[in-house]
């Protein structure tokens, strides 16, 4: 078989399995409630990987960062092998100010091999601004639409030179971990929830005022920076 071929086979039956698991409740609209719960994990999720003991992310990595997401929580789907889905957050630079942030969904393709099921917490970094749109677009997959490399250099799997680096944490163990395959996308219900009234996110980044809720993801953001711009000095 041709690796085209393959290739959609695999993409039919990722779509398929995600239908399934919609269909069985195990994925439902944002409704309000989640919201604050959601940006407060993905805050938690941005404090811990970009705490100095962690050695994780350096403020130098989100200084240079056109656009960064937070994807609390992402993880395996338990009832199809290869299905993947996670909810989280976009935000993107404004000058020196960080943009209120957009509700996205990272789903399907595969994470390799991954032990246990844990879930996983992600933080993408985007490097090229001339990518935003395509990055706040209703799909954007990792692989096609850009190359993603280990941020931390935990892998040598991916370009060097990928302008998307991600960053990962999970309790549990896990190997092979890459987002080849992977689609960002908006996720509309969680906009609605979040800002009254349907939004898209190219919208919500170029302008919309920072709900409250979002306000401690948003200046964990903007502190980061600040703190690459002091030591610079």
């Known amino acids: 078989m041709h690796t085209s071929q393959l290739r959609s086979n695999k993409g039919m039956n990722a779509a398929y399995a995600f239908l399934v698991l ?132 935990k892998s040598a799997h991916g370009d060097p030179n990928s302008k998307i680096l991600f960053f990962a944490q999970t309790k549990g163990a896990f190997a092979g971990f890459d987002l080849d395959g992977v689609t960002l996308k908006p996720d509309d219900s969680g906009d609605k929830a979040l800002y009254g009234k349907p939004i898209k996110n190219s919208e919500i980044v170029e302008g919309a005022s920072t709900p409250p809720a979002a306000q401690p993801l948003v200046s964990k953001l903007a502190s980061l920076v600040q703190a690459e711009s002091s030591s610079g000095k």
């Open 22 to 153: 919609a269909m069985a409740g195990g994925i439902r609209p944002a409704v309000a409630e989640d919201i604050p719960s959601r940006l407060q994990k993905a805050a938690a999720v941005l404090n811990k990987l970009t705490d100095p003991s962690s050695h994780t992310i350096g403020p130098e990595r989100i200084a240079s960062a056109d656009c960064v997401a937070v994807i609390p929580g992402f993880k395996k789907g338990a009832a199809v092998v290869g299905v993947s889905y996670g909810r989280g957050f976009i935000s993107c630079r404004n000058g020196d100010n960080w943009s209120a942030p957009g509700a996205v969904t990272l789903e399907g393709g595969s994470l390799g091999v991954q032990l246990g099921g844990e879930k996983i917490d992600i933080v993408i970094l985007s490097l090229d601004k001339e990518r935003r749109s395509k990055l706040l677009s209703d799909r954007f997959t990792i692989g096609s639409d850009a190359s993603a490399a280990w941020g931390n250099g």
